[in-house]
């Protein structure tokens, strides 16, 4: 990885919500704290919402939609608006990076280098769809030509967007981007942990030009902003970035109005790899599996799978890496890992940590917290592991991996599949047969081979079975964001 550039935290512009093109403070006046994980300081105050700041901001989404000028705005120049969006984050690139290291913990090298770019592209990727999402013209059995049959591209109307906190700003651009193309209207949730780099996205959003209303942002927590949004009569759809447990309860909630859902959840990926693989790029695709992000990725490798015959050799590299990886300062540039994004998601791993320990894996490295301050966990690898226990089932959402061995490609398929997600799984392997057999028979929404966390806005991206429902990214992103009107026309 290039060496990233020196960036120092920027002060705070924006802690309010942005409700039809205004930054206002919350109907009850009241704030929570924004904190920089690797100090456990407070950042700022953000203003906290309730269903009021809600329902402000659904009727701007509403208003926007049907009468103000983004409802007469030709697609091209709605694109146009995206491309300026676009160029407005790559200019103020540094010190976006340097907001989500500040409210994330995350380096500043992975910053730079992946939820930057990543961004930046996203919003241009979409931009390049909005004036080509046509219709058809369907050939109905019409016999004596009485008939033409088109279709038509609509929005859906106004979209909920709820975000999680591992990819702040990413997550932000995954959602934005098709929603905006698609000429939908949005508010957006950001996680109560990470509000401060959406908030400067609509900062930019509204200098690039969206009229009022457009893009709406509401800080505040899931039980409160995120519930009342999910159960608003006036919202069309929600679309959500989180744990599965959090999915159910939207699920359910969003039932009476009947929204239209999408999911990105949660992961257990399978990781695998042959003898037969190049060691050296498996070891460092493990790394990247498993620790890049601070092992805060939905499609974290975090079931690694080793066949037999290499699996000693495999593990004394890997723990190897693991224990050279630099942790600190999310800051500095030489920084590999930074901290956990909070106290509570550093416990939670920590208790993971010891509950593998109790259920007789042997830790081989890591298992515990790295220096005194801030909420860095050192990177942890687990051997001896039995596919059924609860660290090699659950998400765990943090630098722990569990590597098992293997014996044949049936039976890595099979304890691969034993999960109840399905979001991503890798192989690594030189034999082709191998990597093809293996990847069409995984259940998983993504399938690497001899490579890992490769992302591309034009890639679709999602899971299968608790993993979630419907794709971001790619062409697939654009369905779950418009409708589809049928229009006959009689000639006769
Ligand atoms: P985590 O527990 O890792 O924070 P969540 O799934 O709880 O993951 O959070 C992801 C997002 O969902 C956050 O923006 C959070 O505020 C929101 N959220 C949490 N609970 C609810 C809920 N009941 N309804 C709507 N949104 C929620």
């Given at each position: 990885?290039?060496?990233?550039?020196?960036?120092?935290?920027?002060?705070?512009?924006?802690?309010?919500?942005?409700?039809?093109?205004?930054?206002?403070?919350?109907?009850?006046?009241?704030?929570?704290?924004?904190?920089?994980?690797?100090?456990?300081?407070?950042?700022?105050?953000?203003?906290?919402?309730?269903?009021?700041?809600?329902?402000?901001?659904?009727?701007?989404?509403?208003?926007?939609?049907?009468?103000?000028?983004?409802?007469?705005?030709?697609?091209?120049?709605?694109?146009?608006?995206?491309?300026?969006?676009?160029?407005?984050?790559?200019?103020?690139?540094?010190?976006?990076?340097?907001?989500?290291?500040?409210?994330?913990?995350?380096?500043?090298?992975?910053?730079?280098?992946?939820?930057?770019?990543?961004?930046?592209?996203?919003?241009?990727?979409?931009?390049?769809?909005?004036?080509?999402l046509t219709g058809?013209?369907?050939?109905?059995?019409?016999?004596?030509?009485?008939?033409?049959?088109?279709?038509?591209?609509?929005?859906?109307?106004?979209?909920?967007?709820?975000?999680?906190?591992?990819?702040?700003?990413?997550?932000?651009?995954?959602?934005?981007?098709?929603?905006?193309?698609?000429?939908?209207?949005?508010?957006?949730?950001?996680?109560?942990?990470?509000?401060?780099?959406?908030?400067?996205?609509?900062?930019?959003?509204?200098?690039?030009g969206f009229p009022?209303?457009?893009?709406?942002?509401?800080?505040?927590?899931?039980?409160?902003?995120?519930?009342?949004?999910?159960?608003?009569?006036?919202?069309?759809?929600?679309?959500?970035?989180?744990?599965?447990?959090?999915?159910?309860?939207?699920?359910?909630?969003?039932?009476?109005?009947?929204?239209?859902?999408?999911?990105?959840?949660?992961?257990?990926?399978?990781?695998?790899?042959?003898?037969?693989?190049?060691?050296?790029?498996?070891v460092n695709g493990?790394?990247?599996?498993?620790?890049?992000?601070?092992?805060?990725?939905?499609?974290?490798?975090?079931?690694?799978?080793?066949?037999?015959?290499?699996?000693?050799?495999?593990?004394?590299?890997?723990?190897?890496?693991?224990?050279?990886?630099?942790?600190?300062?999310?800051?500095?540039?030489?920084?590999?890992?930074?901290?956990?994004?909070?106290?509570?998601?550093?416990?939670?791993?920590?208790?993971?940590?010891?509950?593998?320990?109790?259920?007789?894996?042997?830790?081989?490295?890591?298992?515990?917290?790295?220096?005194?301050?801030?909420?860095?966990?050192?990177?942890?690898?687990?051997?001896?592991?039995?596919?059924?226990?609860?660290?090699?089932?659950?998400?765990?959402?943090?630098?722990?991996?569990?590597?098992?061995?293997?014996?044949?490609?049936?039976?890595?398929?099979?304890?691969?599949?034993?999960?109840?997600?399905?979001?991503?799984?890798?192989?690594?392997?030189?034999?082709?047969?191998?990597?093809?057999?293996?990847?069409?028979?995984?259940?998983?929404?993504?399938?690497?081979?001899?490579?890992?966390?490769?992302?591309?806005?034009?890639?679709?991206?999602?899971?299968?079975?608790?993993?979630?429902?419907?794709?971001?990214?790619?062409?697939?992103?654009?369905?779950?964001?418009?409708?589809?009107?049928?229009?006959?026309?009689?000639?006769?």
């Open positions: 990885m290039a060496t990233a550039p020196t960036i120092r935290p920027p002060s705070v512009r924006q802690t309010r919500n942005l409700v039809n093109g205004e930054w206002c403070e919350s109907h009850t006046g009241k704030s929570f704290d924004a904190i920089n994980p690797a100090t456990g300081e407070s950042i700022a105050a953000v203003c906290d919402s309730d269903h009021h700041d809600i329902d402000s901001a659904v009727s701007a989404a509403r208003r926007a939609l049907e009468v103000g000028p983004w409802s007469r705005m030709s697609a091209r120049d709605r694109g146009k608006l995206m491309f300026t969006l676009a160029e407005l984050i790559e200019a103020n690139a540094e010190e976006l990076a340097g907001l989500e290291v500040l409210n994330n913990g995350k380096p500043v090298s992975e910053v730079m280098a992946a939820d930057v770019p990543l961004v930046i592209e996203t919003i241009r990727y979409y931009a390049g769809w909005a004036d080509k058809e013209t369907i050939p109905v059995d019409d016999k004596m030509g009485q008939f033409l049959c088109y279709t038509r591209r609509e929005p859906v109307g106004v979209c909920g967007q709820i975000i999680p906190w591992n990819f702040p700003m990413l997550m932000t651009a995954w959602k934005w981007g098709p929603a905006l193309a698609c000429g939908n209207t949005l508010v957006l949730k950001p996680a109560e942990q990470t509000p401060l780099t959406a908030l400067r996205l609509g900062e930019l959003a509204s200098e690039a009022p209303g457009v893009i709406n942002i509401v800080n505040g927590f899931g039980e409160t902003a995120g519930d009342a949004l999910v159960k608003h009569a006036d919202v069309d759809k929600i679309a959500f970035t989180g744990e599965y447990k959090t999915a159910q309860i939207i699920m359910a909630n969003a039932a009476p109005t009947l929204k239209r859902l999408t999911f990105e959840l949660g992961g257990k990926s399978p990781n695998v790899v042959f003898a037969d693989a190049d060691i050296e790029q498996a493990a790394m990247t599996g498993i620790f890049f992000n601070q092992g805060e990725v939905c499609c974290a490798g975090s079931r690694l799978f080793v066949e037999r015959g290499a699996h000693d050799d495999f593990v004394d590299a890997f723990k190897d890496r693991a224990q050279k990886r630099k942790l600190g300062d999310p800051f500095s540039p030489e920084t590999e890992q930074g901290a956990q994004v909070s106290q509570e998601q550093f416990e939670r791993i920590m208790g993971y940590i010891n509950t593998g320990k109790q259920e007789g894996a042997r830790c081989v490295t890591g298992g515990e917290r790295f220096g005194d301050k801030g909420f860095f966990v050192k990177p942890t690898i687990f051997t001896g592991v039995k596919n059924d226990m609860r660290i090699a089932q659950e998400e765990i959402f943090g630098p722990v991996v569990t590597v098992l061995p293997f014996e044949d490609t049936t039976q890595v398929v099979e304890q691969a599949n034993e999960t109840m997600f399905g979001l991503a799984a890798a192989v690594w392997t030189r034999d082709i047969s191998k990597a093809l057999n293996f990847a069409n028979t995984v259940r998983a929404g993504t399938v690497w081979v001899n490579c890992y966390n490769t992302f591309d806005p034009a890639a679709p991206f999602g899971g299968y079975k608790f993993s979630g429902h419907g794709r971001e990214n790619g062409r697939e992103a654009l369905n779950a964001y418009s409708e589809v009107k049928t229009v006959w026309m009689n000639l006769d």
